[in-house]
């Protein structure tokens, strides 16, 4: 037959939990050997002794015994578990009574005269005994003792702004004298005040973060709609071509899809990121309320600096907000591709691949940061005949500029530099590119205009508006334009890189050996598509647009 037993009456009425080693004294009450034994022990040896519950009084201290049958039963209670938890039985969090023994209650106040916090069945005492009438209760309490100054042991009820902490009434007048102080309770005001405008800021920034989700929320739509519409129309025209241009369908479109998915992961990511820190963002926000509402001064100023502070936002999800580019320019380039037939594998088809890269969105493209990264732009380029000063011969499939003793015999042509050892690249350049020169020493690597001057000292690559130029020496570097220079320094090395976003208006030059090192970078808006350029300086020095693979 199971027990059927009320928890509570086996328990000690001293520390209000399960009886632990029980004995009965002579009223017929019983309590933990251990607790009644301290509780007779402060009592007056001279006076006699009591029950604590009935108090009934003996001429004689009892002797105790164990109840051997308390104790049988408390065991099986335990063993069949049959007890349960009291509701008020102090867990993780929770201010526990400073009085309970073993299972600690609750504490339902704190008290900053005996500096200890009490259980319901604790606390009476305080209530019922005219002795502590003037004690001091208040909302229970963890680490009771940090409102007392350790140094005077007097409450800490005054603020000091020159040393930001709470000090007691004796530190105002000593150490603190001279600063200035206030009440906790006044500092508590200014800073809810504070802690108003935090919330404040919060919640707007949650207003803009949630803006910012249904823009790229926005855009991943427009991209997929525009990818979508790209690879529809691609198959369209690539499916009237001949069988050679149909093995190029499914490059393109790998392409398309390729570039959908790192726009769509990429503003897929920083979404989540947002929704990260919106979520963060109230967390904070439920934080500062909670601790708005605290009654205790003390607690309140010694929480508030941990939980005011705000992060900064990051700036990665910063939106670039301007006309947008998604696939359109693909179809177009596919377009044109099928009215050139055979011509589109050499000229065209790199074209199309690059639209692809093109793809412009609200969040700006990640800078490559490895030469590996930055090779998986690179172009191939060849120097311009109809562009090559008449000191410069061209070779190696004319990727290749060396200056001669004597003048070449070239046909007229109204593009050809006149007074400057110059060329430009064939190709022009938009979007992402990256190549690389080679030189025997000293060049000037440059990006220029089709419009820039072919007479006279503007020009010079960087002498005028329409043209920026690096220069490279046996010891030293500098940048040049709109005719204003300005001396670099770095490593030397005989490969220079140069990087061109044409869309985000960057412009990079680098000294290229084991390691990749950024010697200048330019930030602009560039108007006009852009060519490469190649200004060699003296006899028999040469300057090669190099193979990248």
Excluded at 210 to 234: C, F, G, P, T, Y
Excluded at 240 to 269: A, G, N
């Amino acid at each position: 037959m199971a027990l059927q037993l009320d928890q509570e009456k086996l328990c000690c009425s001293i520390c209000l939990d399960l009886l632990t080693d029980p004995v009965t004294i002579p009223c017929g009450h019983s309590y933990c050997m251990s607790c009644i034994k301290s509780r007779w022990d402060k009592e007056d040896p001279e006076k006699m002794c009591s029950c604590p519950h009935c108090t009934q009084t003996f001429t004689q201290r009892p002797a105790v015994v164990r109840n051997v049958m308390l104790a049988d039963l408390v065991e099986e209670l335990k063993r069949t578990r049959l007890l349960t938890a009291p509701a008020n039985v102090a867990t993780p969090g929770d201010v526990a009574c400073d009085f309970c023994t073993e299972r600690k209650l609750k504490a339902l106040k704190s008290c900053l005269v005996c500096r200890v916090s009490y259980c319901e069945q604790h606390l009476q005492p305080h209530y019922e005994s005219p002795a502590f009438e003037k004690h001091k209760l208040v909302e229970p309490t963890k680490n009771l003792l940090d409102k007392f100054c350790h140094r005077h042991d007097e409450v800490m009820k005054i603020f000091c702004r020159n040393d930001q902490q709470t000090i007691c009434i004796f530190c105002s007048l000593d150490e603190h004298k001279e600063h200035d102080t206030v009440s906790a309770a006044m500092e508590r005001n200014e800073k809810s005040r504070e802690l108003g405008m935090s919330r404040q800021k919060i919640q707007h920034r949650i207003q803009d973060r949630e803006e910012d989700v249904k823009v790229l929320e926005q855009e991943m739509e427009a991209i997929n709609r525009s990818a979508d519409k790209a690879v529809k129309e691609s198959e369209k025209i690539f499916t009237e071509l001949v069988r050679l241009i149909e093995r190029r369908i499914s490059t393109v479109q790998e392409q398309i899809r390729s570039r959908q998915k790192t726009e769509v992961s990429r503003v897929r990511e920083l979404v989540e990121q947002l929704k990260v820190e919106i979520a963060e963002l109230k967390t904070k926000d439920a934080e500062l309320e909670q601790l708005s509402h605290t009654d205790d001064h003390i607690q309140f100023l010694l929480h508030y600096p941990l939980l005011s502070h705000l992060t900064e936002s990051t700036d990665a999800h910063r939106l670039n907000i301007r006309p947008l580019r998604y696939f359109e320019d693909v179809s177009a380039a596919v377009s044109k591709a099928r009215e050139k037939l055979e011509d589109v594998l050499k000229e065209e088809w790199p074209n199309i691949l690059q639209k692809v890269m093109e793809v412009d969105g609200l969040l700006p493209q990640p800078e490559p940061k490895t030469r590996e990264e930055f090779l998986q732009y690179s172009r191939r380029l060849t120097l311009d005949p109809n562009t090559v000063s008449t000191w410069l011969s061209l070779s190696d499939g004319n990727r290749k500029a060396t200056v001669m003793k004597e003048k070449q015999i070239y046909s007229s042509h109204p593009e050809r530099f006149v007074d400057w050892l110059q060329v430009l690249s064939r190709e022009s350049l938009t979007g992402r590119c990256y190549w690389e020169v080679e030189r025997s020493r000293g060049m000037s690597v440059a990006v220029a205009y089709k419009d820039i001057s072919r007479t006279g000292n503007e020009s010079g690559f960087g002498n005028d508006d329409k043209s920026w130029a690096l220069g490279c020496f046996d010891i030293t570097y500098y940048f040049r334009h709109n005719n204003v220079r300005t001396l670099l320094s770095g490593p030397q090395s005989c490969r220079m890189g140069v990087y061109l976003d044409h869309t985000a208006g960057t412009l990079s030059f680098y000294s290229v050996s084991e390691t990749m090192t950024l010697l200048h970078e330019v930030q602009t808006t560039f108007t006009q598509p852009l060519y490469a350029g190649l200004w060699v300086y003296w006899a028999g020095d040469t300057a090669e647009l190099c193979e990248l693979k």
